[in-house]
């Protein structure tokens, strides 16, 4: 059974910082791009960013370009999301991803993990 969990979330002010983690188990994702969604409330679910594991490509949305970092961790089977200089506007729950079926921004994954929340206070 694979399971995606992610950790790291919390209340932070704006222009601090957060790290979140993703550990993955029951399958390796080494040859399966992941990625990093957003969902704030009463919006749909977002592409933050994501990393493909061979040659190590990193894509991210606009919005966090420049801010947010995606890597990741193939001994450990882990991605992680730094997140630098947030705003109100990063406020979200953070779903990690594994498994796109089509197109690595499109919220269509096989494998979900039940989300982070950070709040990030003005």
């Known amino acids: 059974q694979v399971q995606l969990v992610e950790s790291g979330g919390g209340l932070v002010q704006a222009g601090g910082s957060l790290r979140l983690s993703c550990a993955a188990s029951?399958?390796?994702?080494?040859?399966?791009?992941m990625a990093w969604f957003r969902q704030a409330p009463g919006k749909e679910r977002e592409f933050v960013a994501a990393?493909?594991?061979?040659?190590?490509?990193?894509y991210y949305a606009d919005s966090v370009k420049g801010r947010f970092t995606i890597s990741g961790d193939k001994a450990k089977n882990t991605v992680y999301l730094q997140m630098n200089s947030l705003t109100p506007e990063d406020t979200a729950v953070y779903y990690c991803?594994?498994?796109?079926?089509?197109?690595?921004?499109?919220?269509?994954?096989?494998?979900w993990g039940q989300g982070t929340q950070v709040t990030v206070s003005s």
């Open positions: 991803a594994a498994g796109p079926k089509r197109g690595l921004a499109r919220d269509e994954y096989d494998h």
């Open positions: 029951g399958r390796t994702f080494s040859n399966s791009p």
């Open positions: 990393i493909t594991w061979s040659g190590g490509m990193t």
